[in-house]
């Protein structure tokens, strides 16, 4: 019940400035964010890389409101690529991107977007790495996939993410099981109408594996992004059945959970990558996480109620 009121809250400027000064949110945020500093997300990619996991790094930022703020998001990517190469790790280390913090929502924002993550693209492949777009709320599906399919035309390894709970995304799914492509599948974080979305848990969870059905059959890379044992256990069973090698699709969780499952996974011969969330504007973030999970939400309270 709390979920959509959680959700409602991560857009919410008035709850935003509340939490984010609260002294007692901090170690709860340090749980799902690896620092706000550059050097402090490369040595979290060093220790999670060094016990056998891949990372895909985050700079966090979203729905910025003008175009300063938009270069700003470029630049902290670009510095993110040139630490990746300048360390080597970038066969290990990709980034995911947000379109909505590189100004996809300002006027001409598809273009001042896509030529904004063409940049960090081009240092991505410099540095031996390469990009996935993270997905946002659905009015911005339609411009994301766009500006996918224009940046795969010269990187064609760019990563998309697909949201189980739009209705749309079987379609989608289809669209993207080709050759070369790189999807990652999740249930979905946002607050969604039933115009467009499921609103049922275990719809959502159905309409993950019929998804997840048609990107292990196809001839793509598959990322499953959940830290749902069920959709572990079918991907794998998935994967047998479609005679998917271990490096022919990989597991996604993001930082702070379940990192026991991750490592067994890794540890089992499985390519297990790390969502790694860093930098200073967490708030979008940490609300969607809270929203995600009970349990996260009594954390935060109970460490409130301790002081
Ligand atoms: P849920 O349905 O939330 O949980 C199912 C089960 O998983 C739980 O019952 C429990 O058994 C287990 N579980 C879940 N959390 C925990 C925990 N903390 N500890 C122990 N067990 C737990 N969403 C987007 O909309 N766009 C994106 O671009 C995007 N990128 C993502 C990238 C990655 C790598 C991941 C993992 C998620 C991403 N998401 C994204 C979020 C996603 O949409 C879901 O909101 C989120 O992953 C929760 O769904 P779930 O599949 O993990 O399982």
Redesign the pocket.
Known sequence: MLGPVLLAAARSDNIRRVVSAAPVTRPVVDRFIAGERLDQAMETVRSLTGRGLEV?LDHLGEDVTDRTEALRARDAYLALAEALREAGLGVRAEM?VKLSAFGQSLPDGDDIAYEGVLRVAEAAAEAGTTVTL???DHTTVDSTLAILAKLRERFPATGA?L?SYLYRTEDDCRALAGEGSRV?L?????KEPASVALQD?HEV?RAYVRCLRILMAGEGYPMI?????R?VAIAQELARRAGRKPDEYEF???YG??TAEQERLAGAGHRM?V?VPYGTDWYGYFM?RLA??P??LAFFLRSLATR
């Open positions: 895909t995911s993270d997905m946002e993410v949201q990652r999740v249930k979905g974080a946002y848990k969870d992004g959940s830290h749902d044992p959709m996604q969780m993001l959970i379940r990558r969502y969607r995600e999970r349990a996260n």
